[in-house]
């Protein structure tokens, strides 16, 4: 598939409980909101506790349509056993969440922690004040910290068809086909969409989408199904196109010889949300070698 065509995805919406009614179909898109990076130096911590190093309350950073938030942490030597943690203010302390990153970097060898998808939203309208908490159980370290937060909104470039369903019977099943026009989206980046079905302004299923344009303009897509606890559930069908092109998300061609500037860019679209921590690190291994 070309940049400029429409790109068509087949779904089948599927009624596993009571009958529903006005269900709408919506096509969102996930889009960057802001970053920032902060490069400091962290003193010995000891382990298992953390200094704060980013507060979200101190950064002037305007979240209000932010949903989720990526932190990547990388420091200078590999033999040093950094930890990431997202962390919340309660009023009286810091405490860390359920997001937290902790790898024996010196035994993977990779001076490096990253979280992805942190549900931000919750934590803002829980608590007081959200942050990045670092440990650094060894002597003083300089480091650099990416944030980036991204949002969901209703997209531009596509539509779900059908967009309404009036009724959906139990075990009914309804065929949603997805379009999304290309021409305004970038070579060599990824965007990120979900297909959603809301019932009375409240989401009952959700699938996601990832689409990256290639730099010779073919399109690949990949399409994963979830599903939700409730009563109405998205089965996924598929339409993968791959045309060639370098497999290795972030390698233009010539395939397979990794340029330095390519690891760069794909970093930088990693910051923006645009490549996964698993394509840099796949990339980055291409390009040692190993
Ligand atoms: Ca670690």
């Not at 950064?59 to 932010?66: R, T």
């Not at 390698?251 to 397979?256: A, K, L, V, Y």
């Given at each position: 598939m070309h940049k400029g065509e429409n790109l068509s995805l087949d779904y089948t919406l599927v009624n596993d409980n009571a009958v529903d009614f006005a269900i709408v179909m919506g096509l969102k898109s996930v889009d960057y909101v802001a970053g920032v990076n902060v490069s400091n130096s962290i003193p010995y911590t000891g382990s298992n506790t953390f200094y704060v190093v980013w507060e979200k309350s101190m950064?002037?950073?305007?979240?209000?349509?932010?949903t989720h938030m990526n932190a990547y942490l990388r420091w200078s030597s590999a033999s040093k056993d950094l930890d990431l943690y997202f962390i919340y203010n309660n009023g009286n302390n810091w405490n860390t969440s359920r997001f937290m990153s902790k790898h024996r970097n010196d035994f993977l060898g990779m001076a490096e922690e990253s979280l992805t998808g942190i549900d931000i939203q919750y934590y803002l309208k829980t608590f007081q004040d959200v942050g990045i908490g670092i440990s650094n159980p060894s002597d003083q370290e300089s480091y650099s910290l990416d944030l980036s937060f991204t949002g969901e909104k209703s997209t531009d470039n596509g539509h779900a068809?059908?967009?309404?369903?009036s009724s959906l019977s139990a075990g009914e099943k309804k065929s949603i086909q997805v379009s999304i026009d290309t021409s305004a989206l970038n070579y060599g980046e990824t965007y990120d969409y979900y297909l959603t079905a809301e019932e009375n302004g409240q989401e009952v299923a959700r699938a996601p989408i990832r689409l990256t344009i290639l730099e010779n303009t073919q399109v690949t897509t990949t399409t994963t199904t979830t599903t939700t606890a409730s009563s109405t559930t998205v089965a996924g069908s598929t339409t993968t196109t791959i045309?060639?092109?370098?497999?290795?998300?972030?390698?233009?061609?010539?395939?397979?010889?990794?340029?330095v500037s390519e690891i760069i860019n794909l970093i930088t679209a990693w910051t923006q949300s645009n490549a996964s921590i698993a394509d840099v690190i796949a990339l980055i291994n291409a390009w040692t070698g190993s």
């Open positions: 950064s002037g950073l305007d979240l209000a349509d932010a068809t059908p967009g309404y369903i045309q060639g092109g370098c497999t290795l998300a972030g390698d233009n061609p010539p395939c397979d010889v990794i340029e």
